[in-house]
C-alpha cells in the first residue's frame, strides 16, 4: 500500500524555522519526483516545491523560493521541506505528492500556523 506520511506541523512564531518530514513507503522511492504544496484556510492548495528522482534536483515557486528547501534522504525514504523566514501568511496543511502507476498520491497533511 502507497503511503506518505508528513509530519512535523506546529506552532511557529513569524521568522521562525520548522523542518517537514514526509516518510513514504509502499513504492520505489528513488523512483520517483516528490512534491509539497500546501492549502490556506479558505484556499486552493498550491504547489511549494518539487525535488526529483536521483539525485533530486528541486524546484521552488516564487512564495517561497529562498526561504524553502526541499531535500531527500533515500536511506530513510523522506522527503524534507526546510521552512525558513516564516510568516503568518504561511500558515496552512501541508501535504507531500507523487504522481505514479497512473495515479497521483496525497499524504496525509500536517497543519503550520505562523504567530505574528
Known amino acids: 500500500e502507497v503511503q506518505l506520511q508528513a509530519s512535523g506541523g506546529g506552532v511557529v512564531q513569524a521568522g521562525g524555522s520548522l523542518r517537514l518530514p514526509c516518510e513514504a513507503s509502499?513504492?520505489?522511492?528513488?523512483?520517483?519526483?516528490i512534491g509539497w504544496f500546501r492549502q490556506a484556510p479558505g484556499k486552493e492548495r498550491e504547489g511549494l516545491s518539487c525535488?526529483?528522482?536521483?539525485?533530486?534536483?528541486?524546484y521552488y515557486t516564487q512564495p517561497v523560493k529562498g526561504r524553502f528547501t526541499t531535500s531527500r534522504d533515500s536511506a530513510k525514504n523522506t522527503v524534507y521541506l526546510q521552512m525558513n523566514s516564516l510568516k503568518p501568511e504561511d500558515t496552512a496543511v501541508y501535504y507531500c505528492?507523487?504522481?505514479?502507476?497512473?495515479?497521483?498520491?496525497w499524504g496525509q497533511g500536517t497543519l503550520v500556523t505562523v504567530s505574528s
Open positions: 525535488i526529483s528522482k536521483g539525485p533530486g534536483s528541486t
Open positions: 509502499g513504492f520505489d522511492f528513488d523512483d520517483y519526483a
Open positions: 505528492y507523487f504522481s505514479g502507476r497512473g495515479r497521483g498520491y
